[in-house]
T-cell receptor, first 112, second 112 residues
Framework: DAGITQSPRYKITETGRQVTLMCHQTWSHSYMFWYRQDLGHGLRLIYYSAAADITDKGEVPDGYVVSRSKTENFPLTLESATRSQTSVYFC???????????FGEGSRLTVL | RKEVEQDPGPFNVPEGATVAFNCTYSNSASQSFFWYRQDCRKEPKLLMSVYSSGNEDGRFTAQLNRASQYISLLIRDSKLSDSATYLCVVSVYGGATNKLIFGTGTLLAVQP
């Protein structure tokens, strides 16, 4: 029962580099989400996906790209990392209940 | 103004105490409401939904006041294991699906 897994769990990179955070779920949930969590801001939605090949912007999409070629995977790419993208990134999938998101353990990204 | 506002705390209470957290939301079209719990450096997890009539789950009671756009969570007989950050969450319809908007959380520390 793996559930939802994220990788890498920790990443340090430099400004301007491309970084991809991976997210994999084993439940075949249709909806998947990427959030970032920062002190003072709480969790903010970056992108979400309703199904394979269907993605949409959330509250803070700038600087990020997502894709969803398969239901189980929802990678998040920072095309040219900036220091302001230093954060904890959580991937989540939604179960049958509208309000129940299942989160991965998070990916802690530091951009130097 | 943030869409969901919470007192960040921390709330320091002794074991056995009763503690209440409040949350206000700004979007009157908000449809559903939830409390999530997040342990230190862990992912958020759904604690309970909040229904208009109020609902209880063991030592936890959630209440909603739509007229005042106010949600509350009451914890009775606090345990050390209740120490965590409690996130108020509001569901708002936008785009292809309802989106969950998270408050910044209220930190609870239960002291022995």
């Amino acid at each position: 029962d793996a559930g939802i897994t994220q990788s890498p769990r920790y990443k340090i990179t430099e400004t301007g580099r491309q970084v991809t955070l991976m997210c994999h779920q084993t439940w075949s949930h249709s909806y998947m989400f990427w959030y970032r969590q920062d002190l003072g801001h709480g969790l903010r939605l970056i992108y979400y996906s309703a199904a394979a090949d269907i993605t949409d912007k959330g509250e803070v999409p700038d600087g990020y790209v997502v894709s969803r070629s398969k239901t189980e995977n929802f990678p998040l790419t920072l095309e040219s990392a900036t220091r302001s993208q230093t954060s904890v990134y959580f991937c989540a999938s939604r179960g049958h209940s509208e309000g129940e998101l299942f989160f991965g353990e998070g990916s802690r990204l530091t951009v130097l | 103004r943030k869409e969901v506002e919470q007192d960040p705390g921390p709330f320091n209470v002794p074991e056995g105490a009763t503690v209440a957290f409040n949350c206000t939301y700004s979007n009157s079209a908000s449809q559903s409401f939830f409390w999530y719990r997040q342990d230190c450096r862990k992912e958020p997890k759904l604690l309970m939904s909040v229904y208009s009539s109020g609902n209880e789950d063991g030592r936890f009671t959630a209440q909603l006041n739509r007229a005042s756009q106010y949600i509350s969570l009451l914890i009775r007989d606090s345990k050390l294991s209740d120490s965590a950050t409690y996130l108020c969450v509001v569901s708002v319809y936008g785009g292809a699906t309802n989106k969950l908007i998270f408050g910044t959380g209220t930190l609870l520390a239960v002291q022995p």
